[in-house]
């Protein structure tokens, strides 16, 4: 059994607010640390259960947060960034499953720290269909066949989880008080969470189907305000909304439209806020 692993950081137990999650700020180490021991507990038990090959994949921010040295040694594990597939570096039809740790909910949303991708994103469509990172990620293990197991994360994002994929199992390792306050659990009782639900999610595979992949799908992606909308549409092949923020991409299959959404939010950066 063959498992890929895609590890966020807002997600993860004890996690509130951006101090945890900017590695500039004085909780980032803290969070770092956590996040490869919550990542640990699902490959130890995953291994446990009969897995033969984990590939992890960091999936947040610069994508080198996960402490190589410390992280369990029989994986392989992809860092640093820009990759072509960012989130989902590495995924392929090869595997059996997926499973997403620190995972947050989309934006716009109820949830510790809930965006998608980037905070000058309010929302992400697919064919009209309302996703985030989540979303999204799962769209591309359907791509390949591969179904996602189980998503850890705050409440809000397994709720996400289990609106978006039937059976999933989720770990939701802290509620959300507000978008920068939780109720957490502590690192030892949700690493005992983690380690059961990956078991169950393990036991459940034949139960989880991959998501449905949309042929030719349309990205269409609404930023927060108008001069991101105007530097996303610099990418051939787009279309402004008139009068909206809103840039529309056909894509030829979904890893066209994923890669577009990369492109696209990174040119909107460039934009200021004012």
């Known amino acids: 059994m063959k498992l890929y692993l895609s590890v966020d950081m807002e997600g993860i137990t004890g996690v509130p607010d951006h101090t945890f999650v900017d590695s500039s700020k004085h909780n980032y ?24 090959e984990i590939l992890v994949n960091d ?14 040694p029989d994986v392989s594990l992809i860092t640093g960034s820009v990759k072509p597939y960012s989130m989902v570096q590495g995924l392929d039809a090869g595997f059996d499953g997926a499973i997403f740790i620190g995972y947050h909910a989309r934006a ?4 510790v720290l809930s965006h998608s ?9 697919i064919n009209d269909n309302h996703v985030g990172e989540l979303g999204l990620n799962a769209l591309m293990a359907g791509y390949y066949g591969v179904p996602v197991l189980m998503v850890a994360g705050d409440d ?27 109720k957490s659990l502590t ?5 005992e969470l983690l380690r059961d639900r990956t078991a169950l999610a393990i036991d459940k595979r034949a139960e989880i189907k991959p998501l449905p992949s949309p042929d030719t799908p349309e990205l269409k992606i609404e930023f927060m ?25 056909k894509a030829a299959h979904l890893l066209e439209a994923y890669q577009a959404m990369l492109v696209m939010t990174e040119l909107a950066m460039q934009a200021t806020s004012s």
């Open 29 to 52: 180490e803290r969070a770092r640390k956590i996040m490869t021991q919550e990542t640990n507990h699902v490959i130890e038990e995953a291994f446990r259960k009969g897995a033969t």
């Open 59 to 72: 999936s947040h921010s610069k994508m080198n947060n996960l402490l190589i040295d410390e992280i369990h």
């Open 108 to 111: 716009a949303q109820k949830g």
């Open 117 to 125: 991708m980037t905070f000058g994103v309010r929302n992400f469509f």
């Open 156 to 182: 809000c994002a397994a709720a996400e989880a289990e609106d978006l994929v039937p059976n999933i199992v989720t770990a939701p390792v802290k509620e959300t008080i507000s978008r920068t306050a939780v």
């Open 187 to 191: 690192p030892k009782k949700a690493g």
């Open 225 to 249: 305000n108008y001069g991101q909308a105007e530097w996303a549409h610099l990418m051939p092949g787009t279309k402004l909304e008139s009068d909206s923020t809103t840039v529309r991409f």
